[in-house]
């Protein structure tokens, strides 16, 4: 039995149990700490609300939703965290960066957290996937380094004579592990990488300011990474992909559904039902270390033929063709 099965068996024997301990009529409180600041159950995490309301928790009855964001802003990790722990919850949902999750690692001992995460193990979060010691848990979506090479590789794949590339991150990202893989993974395709990160806050103005550089640099296509504050500006940036007809390639499912033009994407939104089912068994009694680290292996390629169409770009047959998804 591989890894991921026998993780998603203990999770599912875990919560069997924990529903036998449920408490009736009793008022969950549920602290959210993200780095981005739609926190809203219309936001990126309606899916997470869909299911807890589901599973019966319902905001305003019998579950109080205390909502704490970072916006972007790094420096306020430890303030952010400290205001969430003094709400009194019975439980953390972090949710952003790994990073952010390690701060609350460092502050919390003893309030149970679901997060997501990286590799947990590199990280330093936990020693054991299938049974994290302390008071964490959570989903790992770790494709390791190679992600970047395989977007790239894709991208490459419909603008075979591009050279010039533009990898959307923040300098944080820049700055790390994942920066130096994005840099060797152009390196490796023989690709300049252009443009310039994102500073600051990222707010919109600054991703106009580096998506306008990208242009003015002769970009011939963009690499768009995993950062959850990407999705808040996802309007921006696949409006400007679509009018500088640049072939991309984003992270999730959600940049298609605007008119994005392809994907390799994990499904956030199964991800976020796996977070609520995770919060519904500590709720009802269950530790995080009974709960293994459920390990996302599975990412799909999504073609948006109309996009392509629209922006006048061609999509390979063969890609086309080993596509998970193709929208026409």
């Not at 939703?65 to 400290?82: A, C, H, P, Q």
């Not at 893989?181 to 919109?204: C, D, I, T």
């Not at 392809?262 to 519904?280: C, E, G, K, L, P």
């Not at 799909?300 to 390979?316: D, H, R």
Request: aromatic share 8%.
């Amino acid at each position: 039995m591989r890894r991921r099965d026998l993780l998603a068996g203990l999770l599912a024997t875990t919560t069997a149990s924990a529903l036998r301990a449920a408490e009736p009529n009793k008022i969950y409180r549920l602290a959210i700490v993200s780095t981005v600041a739609d926190l809203s159950e219309t936001g990126m995490y309606k899916p997470l609300f869909v299911e807890l309301r589901r599973l019966g928790y319902v905001e305003g009855e019998n579950l109080v939703v205390l909502r704490f964001s970072t916006k972007g802003d790094t420096s306020r990790y430890d303030e952010t965290v400290r205001d969430a722990v003094s709400s009194s919850p019975d439980l953390i949902f972090v949710s952003g960066t790994s990073h952010l999750l390690l701060r609350v690692k460092a502050l919390v001992r003893s309030i149970p957290v679901v997060g997501g995460m990286n590799d947990p193990i590199a990280l330093g979060i936990v020693t054991n996937l299938a049974r994290p010691e302390g008071n964490i848990t959570g989903i790992s979506v770790d494709a390791g380094i190679e992600i970047f090479g395989k977007r790239l590789g894709i991208l490459l794949e419909v603008a075979p004579t591009a050279s010039r590339v533009g990898f959307l991150c923040t300098e944080a990202f820049w700055n790390s592990a994942g920066g130096d893989a994005m840099r060797a993974a152009a390196h490796n395709f023989s690709v300049k990488v252009v443009g310039s990160p994102l500073q600051g806050l990222a707010q919109e103005a600054e991703y106009l300011r580096v998506l306008d550089l990208l242009q003015r640099e002769h970009a011939d296509g963009l690499l768009v990474t995993d950062g959850p504050q990407h999705l808040a500006h996802r309007d921006v940036i696949v409006d400007f992909a679509k009018g500088a007809r640049l072939p991309a390639i984003y992270p999730y499912r959600e940049y298609i559904e605007i008119g994005g033009l392809m994907a390799y994407a994990i499904d956030r939104q199964d991800v976020n039902r796996r977070f609520a089912r995770y919060i519904d068994a500590i709720f009802k009694g269950a530790k995080p270390s009974e709960l293994p680290i459920y390990q996302v292996d599975k990412y799909t390629t999504i073609i948006n033929l109309k996009a392509a169409k629209m922006q006048g770009i061609t999509i390979p047959a063969s890609l086309v063709l080993r596509a998970d998804e193709v929208i026409e």
